[in-house]
């Protein structure tokens, strides 16, 4: 009878699983984490000569123009998107999102001390790259926060609107490369579109609604 009484309630859409929110602990654990997944991301795309999608694929793509370290201008294009964060989604998240975004540019300016990465096969860097932005991101928005840019604007589609943030990810990603054709090779671009899909799939897999219990 347990066991039909709570068949019933999935049906109706009850949920039946205690829900606890994510203590202070958590979230810092969380977002340090989401932090290293994406620096080591945006290493690998570098040493690859490769972009990626969001903020992380236009600091990117500016680096290799302006020659400017890409942390400082992962920081510096992520401001106005910090002011949409919190009109839009609250102090608490941008102030989150801001904390992990410093670290991140502080990450990407002391890692390669720490770790040079001597060759590395476009395919490898595209698909390594890619995966470890998009869980680094995954693991930031599991703790109320964003790497900033883009990812401010698709998490708030999604949560406004109910707009799936992978997808609305994948159609910025695609302008990224498209612009990113006038100053890399066809073939990285081409590399660069697989980084771009293998980030977005992770968030568009496992960022939906009812597949994560936390808060």
Not at 13 to 29: A, E, R
Not at 92 to 102: A, C, N, P, V
Not at 193 to 208: F, G
Request: net charge positive.
């Amino acid at each position: 009878m347990m066991q039909g009484a709570w068949q019933a309630q999935a049906a109706q859409g009850k949920n039946v699983v205690s829900i606890k929110p994510h203590t202070l602990f958590d979230d810092v654990y969380g977002i340090v984490v989401g932090v290293l997944f994406v620096a080591m991301g945006v290493l690998l795309l570098q040493a690859a000569g490769l972009i990626t999608g969001g903020v992380a694929g236009i600091s990117l793509l500016v680096s290799y123009v302006s020659g400017y370290s890409v942390g400082l201008l992962f920081m510096l294009i992520n401001l106005p998107f910090f002011l949409f964060g919190y009109l839009f989604m609250g102090a608490r998240f941008t102030i989150k999102s801001l904390l992990g975004s410093i670290l991140i540019m502080a990450l990407l300016k002391l890692m390669p001390s720490g770790l040079v990465i001597g060759h590395v096969h476009p395919m490898v860097a595209a698909l390594g790259g890619g995966t470890f932005c998009g869980m680094g991101i995954l693991a930031l928005a599991r703790h109320g926060a964003g790497v900033g840019g883009t990812g401010i604007v698709t998490l708030w589609l999604q949560k406004r609107y109910g707009i799936n943030a992978g997808r609305t990810q994948v159609a910025i990603d695609a302008v990224i490369l498209l612009a990113a054709l006038a100053i890399v090779s066809p073939e990285l671009v081409g590399w660069s579109s697989l980084s771009a899909i293998a980030m977005s799939s992770m968030v568009m897999a496992w960022h939906r609604p009812g597949r994560y219990f936390g808060n």
